[in-house]
């Protein structure tokens, strides 16, 4: 149980991190808030015309106007999956919120190489997978809650999310949020400087989020973007979260919640597997 | 077993520089081991290999009968280790820091709480204990990492460079918890230093180590007397009517008259031969009116064995120093 003990002694260290630099939460939490907020309710309101434009030749009789407003109205809930852009796009957030953070958790890696403490887990004569699995879980639960505050703060923005579907929510974030930690210490390890490994953050978060379907549906995407989205395991974490939480059904005709946690968990097993075997091969090399 | 670590014919390439080329030595139990040498000259790669760090080009490590190379495990649950650089979480207390490290090496409950107290308080550090480590000095939180190796009783403990960049207060009590280490509690303690005072201070059997090498072993006095001599300095009141003072002194090994009427004497053993001198120079009638004596350092060995001063070596560091430790899988 030697091996247990080490893998709850590195879980524990990355949530008591965690807690003693919880004002910085508000930090994790303020991001997503800005992107649910100004494109939420800045691009809802444009999907969903309050007035309709006045088309010249049309005449200009109640019945036509309002079956018009209507008309776009459809439209756009039919893209959207028959909810609001707010929620349509706050349920997405969820997700984002927990990729973002799960991804940036393996930055805490390159932090633990440069001030030394990584060298500590490294001389520790417990299983270095079990080592590398506590860090990785552990962070995979402080991003899942971060996520769950952004469900949580959604209620102000809309009342299409439904609260009760959390729990099913929550587990695709979680396991997500473990495939993604894992990458991310994988790339961590293999990266000597911070700065190369910001670059490659930064090049593969934002162009895969907006190749998921956070902000708009994978259907309506340039054939190119879709095929990226089919391979992107962002696209059904947003999928089945935003089904749970909103109802919202866009997505490729063979995804379901089923599917979408096979997939899910068949790429958190690979990169776990990737993570434990990059870590137990970890030396000091110059 | 009174060997605990066993080196043999150790060498390290890196891509580009050999940093360790060809060192054997052994440590036995309950022995203070220094390895004395200036930065670069391959000490923390020596230890990085014996604590499974780093693995080995060609040679082998034994660490208490356990191959270092083939079984990490084993040697890693005996080391207690100390690294150059800190290796603590600063955004935790010296509590969890203590407590994390006590459950990685499998430890737990009540126990590992008693023992985290016990050894807190051994290092002056029970009243921080709940403090977070960023707002702990250098000499703190070096004292933290020595509190933290001993938590899961190692049968060696490891330390890189100990004193470095303390104050003297810091250092005298790292001294003193070294030298308590190694009398109550027998440890067997390998360390490195780039300090003559502190490898002579605290080592009972001292390497030289430079390039990649160890030039000479031994205690601090076996080292010394490898260059074999005294120096014995007399300077002699009424010199005019002797025109050669130095046929009075016949039974030292060497004998020079230096400017302004000084002699300088070499000797083997400068304690046992002052008498000699007094005594001789009475018959003589000669006056001493100066007489010192230098035996020779730690410096004077790296000197006769590399040509240079390890000052010398510290201040115009090799290029292999200061190089950013860079990592890959």
Redesign the interface.
Known sequence: M?GF??F???M??QL??WW??RSRVLMTVLNPLIWMVFLGLGWGSIFNPQNTPMVPGLPSIPGVIDAFKNAIDNYFKQLFGGVSYIAFMVSGIVVMTAFMGSFISGISVIWD?Q?????????????RGL?ILGRIIGDSIVTTLQSLIIVLLSQVLTNEVNVLNTPFAVLYVFVMSIGFTSLGTVLS??F?SMEGFQMVVNLLTMPLVFMSGVFYPVTTMPDWMNMIAKVNPLTYSVHAVRYWLTGSNTGFEYMNSTTDLLILSSFTVVMIALAVK?FE?????? | MSEVVVVENLVKKFSDVTAVNGVSFNIKRNEVFALLGPNGAGKTTTIHIIATLLKPTSGRVLVAGFDAARKPEEVRKRIGIVFQDPSLDNQLTGYDNMYIHGKLYGLKGAGLHEKIMRLLDLVDLKEFAFKKVMHYSGGMRRRLEIARSLLHEPEILILDEPTIGLDPQSRARIWDYIKYLKKEHDMTILMTTHYMDEAEELADRIAIMDKGRILAMGSAEELKSMLGQDVVYVAIKNNQDNNNPCSVFNFVKECKELRSGRLELIVSNATKILPEVFNAAELAGLKISEISYRRPTLNEVFLHLTGRELRDSLENQPVLSRRPVRWAR
């Open positions: 030697n003990n080490a709850t002694a590195v524990y260290r008591k991190r003693n630099a190489k001030f030394g403490f990584l060298k500590e887990t490294l001389v520790a004569p417990a299983p080592i390890l293999k000597s990059v091969k970890t030396t000091l090399e110059d």
